[in-house]
């Protein structure tokens, strides 16, 4: 039994190679829809990962007061979206001076520009580095750690100490072979003296995390006088179970601060790291079923293309099913002959699809500079795919293959 289904396996491959353009065509086809559905779902895989790494560094216990909620706002073309007022210096002096719930930190922070230049001694970046004012909560609250020297502390903040803390890649391009430890950088002509350097965060959508400069917040406002700075309040738990009521005593002082009355919408935003992280998952869905419709439809069509291929081998073998017919071979013997001819195809054009895909989702996340992770789960839904178009397709050929009449077979020209 075992040599004759090795010599069935033989004579599919023999076939395979006999008819090898056609083969080679029908396995790009099946390869189109593997890929389309391993490549979509590798990139969003890939957004879904950097996205939610990005958001979990805000910390599980953490809520962050904002301008605006983190979603885009449906509007017809009557309305007009509502415009919120900037959050002040005084909003969030104001929330600070009366918000006093138990074990809570309280981050304030804005960003000075994204835009500078830094400079130590004969050296200098382009103008790409982030200068964000804060108060020594700002680090713990986002996530941030601290790999050299030290954070922020109460005493730099309140006696505006001319310090700062620094991203590691704005480490690597002042002081390439120095400890920055003590050392003075200027900032838009003020001389700032480092303290600490940040551990590595990467980019986010070409958003690189670590040129960054972060200052004590009055040394920030002197340097940058804008008038219309959007501030930002975070705010972080030390207890789980006490999050909610944090919260809810949170947003009742902002309003208060805002002068809110109790029928009056907010208007202000507040998110904590496990909404946007909902928010990213319901958005991916749809990405998702976008990439099984998409591969669905290309698979359908590989299928009728396989099944095609294998109606047309089966009309041009009708001699050769013949003879091994009248040689002795059993119907089940001829049916399988095909059906596993078919199967060596679909499943050749499963590999070829998945390594595409990976191919392509690899290359979106280095695009974006994503966190691109091996889609498993994309594969072994390909490698099922592909093995059931084989079966679909190949199942009608073999049993008429099969079911060939052996003296009809041998007149066949």
């Known amino acids: 039994m075992f040599s004759l289904?090795?010599?069935?396996?033989?004579?599919?491959?023999?076939?395979?190679?006999?008819?090898?353009?056609?083969?080679?065509?029908t396995v790009l086809i099946i390869a189109i829809g593997i890929m389309a559905l391993v490549g979509i779902l590798s990139g969003v895989s890939a957004l879904e990962n950097t996205m939610s790494s990005n958001f979990s560094s805000m910390g599980a216990n953490t809520f962050n007061f904002q301008r605006y909620e983190f979603r885009t706002q449906r509007q017809s073309g009557r309305e007009r979206q509502k415009v919120n007022p900037i959050i002040s210096y005084r909003n969030v002096k104001d929330f600070i001076d009366s918000y006093d719930y138990p074990y809570t930190k309280v981050a304030v922070s804005f960003y000075g520009s994204s835009t500078s230049e830094v400079k130590y001694e004969n050296e200098k970046t382009d103008p790409e580095v982030a200068v964000i004012g804060s108060n020594e909560n700002y680090i713990e609250n986002?996530?941030?750690?601290?790999?050299?020297?030290?954070?922020?502390?109460?005493?730099?903040?309140?006696?505006?100490?001319?310090?700062?803390?620094?991203?590691?890649?704005?480490?690597?391009?002042l002081f390439p072979d120095d400890n920055p430890i003590d050392k003075t950088i200027s900032v838009r002509g003020s001389k700032f003296k480092v303290i600490g350097v940040l551990k590595e965060k990467g980019s986010t959508f070409g958003n690189n995390q670590d040129l960054r400069v972060i200052m004590p917040i009055q040394k920030a406002r002197s340097i940058f006088?804008?008038?219309n700075i959007n501030y930002t309040l975070s705010v972080k738990v030390d207890k789980t179970d006490m999050l909610e009521g944090a919260q809810d005593d949170a947003i009742i002082t902002f309003r208060n601060v805002r002068g809110l009355n109790p029928v009056e919408e907010n208007n202000f935003g507040i998110e904590r790291s496990e909404d946007l992280l909902n928010r990213v998952a319901e958005n991916t869905k749809t990405l998702n079923w976008a990439?099984?419709?998409?591969?669905?439809?290309?698979?359908?069509?590989?299928?009728?293309?396989l099944m095609n291929i294998m109606l047309v081998s089966v009309s041009e073998r009708t001699r050769e099913i013949g003879v091994r017919k009248a040689l002795g071979a059993k119907r089940k013997t001829i049916a399988f002959q095909f059906f596993i001819e078919t199967i060596i195809i679909g499943q050749l054009g499963g590999i070829l699809g998945i390594i595409l895909g990976i191919l392509i989702g690899w290359g979106v996340a280095s695009a974006f500079e994503l966190v691109f992770s091996t889609p498993w789960f994309a594969m072994i839904c390909a490698t099922a795919i592909a093995f059931f178009v084989a079966i679909l397709s190949g199942l009608y050929p073999a049993i008429k293959a099969a079911a060939l009449d052996p003296v009809e077979s041998l007149r066949y020209e």
Do not use: H, M, Y
Request: one cysteine or more; glycine letters at 8%.
């Open 291 to 305: 990439a099984w419709i998409i591969s669905i439809i290309t698979i359908f069509g590989s299928t009728i293309a």
């Open 142 to 173: 986002s996530g941030l750690e601290i790999e050299n020297g030290r954070s922020l502390n109460f005493a730099d903040v309140e006696n505006n100490n001319a310090v700062c803390v620094i991203g590691s890649d704005l480490q690597k391009a």
């Open 225 to 227: 006088t804008n008038p």
């Open 5 to 25: 289904a090795r010599e069935n396996v033989r004579i599919a491959f023999g076939s395979i190679k006999s008819q090898l353009l056609r083969t080679i065509l």
